[in-house]
């Protein structure tokens, strides 16, 4: 949406959907690629894939070193820099010589795993990265500080081949809506004095949206307003079986899960919310929230630290009742809910504004030069 005019850009990416969805149907994905190539003149090419279901971003794309000769592009950016694909294009030599190559990274600190295997590919891979990455000029852009720190101390790649661009938010998508505000909590029958806790996202063992639910049972004594638990998303069927079908049995705590919504809708539920909870890894969403002037409860990381400096708390990560003494402090504090919250949308508006950072990115790649 916010890239410049003048520029044409190609996606190769895979031709399979069954990681995400129960079957492929490649109509729906040639519909859905055409209509995103309209909207925002992007030509998208899928590559037979060989899919590995451990991890859903790390797919081996057939026929890459191939598609990118044939496409022969002035610059070739490279998701995920710990990927197959980034592994097989650093290891072209022919690629690297000929192309300008940019890379990103995502990687936090939580994903290093313990153990040998994941020692070796890690040893292999900083020999690979920052060698090929110094000797052909290579760039690599860190999203947060946490990541950059790994590019360099945890890969060896010197600093002056590490750019940064933080992801951002659409502000045009997220913002506070005091009519939606009003109408969604009327529409739900939550009172004035009703406190709204909310959850948006993926409701699995990953993230685990049911230490909430743990954490206000500790502290439900303590409650004496109208609490509002809504979960909105999909939930995994055996997470939700194990976790979440579940009621508090007292009369001012309600609890709701709510099937997921349209991107272009969250708005509306950070609105109505008081504060939102993340309980477990790392999400853009804290970043979307505050965007729309909503608090946020995330476990204590360099990156969560970093996103919440001004419109949110941590929690000491693994502690339940850290975790529930935030949510309490969040329910007995209105002032200091509004003052994150004015605080946190100033944060987001001023420093993760997708498009600034879209046109910030484009110069860094040389697209103005």
């Known amino acids: 949406r916010y890239h410049h005019p003048d520029h044409s850009f190609s996606i190769l ?11 492929d149907d490649w109509h729906d994905l040639q519909s859905s690629d055409e209509e995103f190539g309209k909207e925002f003149a992007v030509s998208v090419y899928r590559l037979p894939s060989a899919l590995d279901r451990r991890s859903r971003q790390n797919l081996w794309l057939k026929g890459l070193i191939r598609s990118i000769r044939k496409l022969d592009p002035d610059i070739l950016y490279v998701h995920t820099l710990e990927s197959y694909s980034s592994i097989r294009i650093l290891l072209s030599r022919k690629i690297l010589s000929k192309y300008t190559v940019f890379f990103d990274t995502h990687t936090l600190l939580s994903q290093f795993q313990p153990g040998l295997k994941f020692s070796i590919f890690k040893f292999f891979f900083q020999q690979l990265a920052s060698k090929r990455i110094r000797r052909y000029g290579a760039k690599v852009f860190a999203t947060v ?8 101390q945890e890969y060896g790649i010197s600093a002056d081949h590490i750019l940064y661009s933080p992801i951002g938010t659409d502000l045009s998508m997220f913002r506070y809506d005091d009519n939606a505000r009003k109408a969604g909590r009327q529409k739900e029958q939550i009172p004035e004095n009703g406190i709204l806790l909310l959850y948006t996202g993926k409701m699995n063992f990953r993230k685990n949206p049911h230490l909430i639910l ?19 998303g999909a939930a995994e069927a055996s997470y939700k079986n194990k976790f979440l079908e579940r009621e508090f049995n007292q009369e001012n705590i309600h609890f709701r899960l709510i099937p997921a919504v349209a991107v272009s809708e969250l708005y509306t539920w950070y609105s109505m919310a008081d504060f939102v909870v993340f309980p477990d890894e790392n999400t853009l969403s804290a970043l979307d929230a505050q965007a729309c002037r909503l608090p946020v409860i995330m476990a204590a990381d360099m990156t969560n630290a970093e996103r919440l400096s001004r419109g949110g708390m941590t929690y000491t990560a693994g502690v339940l009742e850290d975790l529930s003494h935030k949510i309490m402090d969040m329910i007995s504090d209105p002032e ?9 949308e100033t944060f987001v508006r001023s420093t ?10 484009e110069s860094d790649l040389g697209l103005f030069h």
């Open 145 to 152: 500080p946490e990541n950059r720190m790994i590019l360099e």
């Open 352 to 361: 993760y504004d997708y498009r600034k950072i879209v046109r910030d990115m």
């Open 214 to 232: 743990e954490a206000v049972e500790l502290i439900r004594d303590r409650i004496d307003q109208p609490l509002y638990i809504y979960f909105v």
């Open 13 to 23: 990416c895979s031709d399979s959907s069954r990681l995400w969805t129960a079957s």
């Open 336 to 344: 200091m809910r509004s003052r994150l919250g004015s605080q946190g």
